[in-house]
């Protein structure tokens, strides 16, 4: 089955700089990955997403980079601002796996310093 | 542009009664997901729905749980006998379609208290 991992719990950055926030995944069958943020007594807000045929994809300040040959999604954020903050789940669907079944990942809580 | 609404959003119910969970889809979304969050922890799925039909319902308890998403209607989530492992935000979402590669939008959840 599939597992998601965070890298790191806790992020701090410093507000202007660049954030990057890592997830492993477990399945090499995995084929979509997509980033949520969650802000407290909220739910998940879609960010980005990209399919496993990709290894980049850009939004706005955002970039989600997939390496598959270690399994590795990251999220990109550039010069974070005080809003950023909140925690941030990688989430991912196994190819064969039901529709709907997404996989969340713990989370990385990202907080920003004024 | 009303996203995904969920009510209540804050339910306190004592053991042994029954909690419902209700679910407004995005206009035009057919496709329905509960997840349940524990705190300090990630999303575990536990049912998807289309309207009238369970597609996948293999992350819910076996027992005291069921899901219904009506023709007309908001999609239910119903907890019988509660019991205090059953405190937990439910998070209800939807997409456009069933497609795997659709993302889900979430609502804002309703916060399950067992007293």
């Known amino acids: 089955g599939e597992s998601v991992g965070l890298h790191l719990p806790t992020l701090s950055v410093q507000e202007g700089d660049n954030s990057i926030i890592n997830c492993a995944y477990s399945?090499?069958?995995?084929?979509?990955f997509i980033w949520y943020k969650q802000e407290s007594g909220k739910g998940p807000q879609f960010i980005i997403d990209?399919?496993?045929?990709?290894d980049k994809r850009q939004g706005q300040r955002v970039t989600v980079l997939l390496n598959k040959t270690v399994k590795h999604l990251s999220l990109q954020i550039a010069a974070t601002q005080p809003g950023d903050s909140a925690v941030y789940f990688c989430?991912?669907?196994?190819?064969?796996?039901?529709?709907?079944?997404?996989?969340f990942g713990k989370g990385t809580k990202l907080s920003v310093k004024p | 542009n009303a996203g995904v609404m969920q009510n209540p959003r804050h339910l306190v119910r004592r053991r042994g009664q029954e909690a419902r969970l209700r679910c407004s889809p995005m206009?035009?979304?057919?496709?329905v997901y509960w997840y349940r969050q524990l705190p300090e922890e990630g999303l575990k799925f536990m049912v998807y729905?289309?309207?009238?039909?369970?597609?996948?319902e293999s992350g819910m308890p076996k027992e005291r749980f069921s899901a219904e998403f009506p023709k007309e209607g908001p999609s239910i989530l119903r907890i019988q006998q509660v019991v205090r492992g059953d405190s937990a935000a439910y998070f209800c979402?939807?997409?456009?379609?069933?497609?795997?590669?659709?993302?889900?939008?979430f609502g804002d959840g309703t916060r399950l208290s067992i007293l």
């Open positions: 979402a939807s997409s456009l379609v069933g497609h795997v590669n659709q993302p889900q939008h």
């Open positions: 989430a991912v669907h196994e190819d064969g796996g039901s529709q709907g079944n997404l996989i």
């Open positions: 729905l289309q309207k009238e039909n369970i597609i996948d």
């Open positions: 399945n090499s069958a995995s084929d979509y």
């Open positions: 206009k035009g979304h057919s496709h």
């Open positions: 990209i399919r496993s045929n990709m």
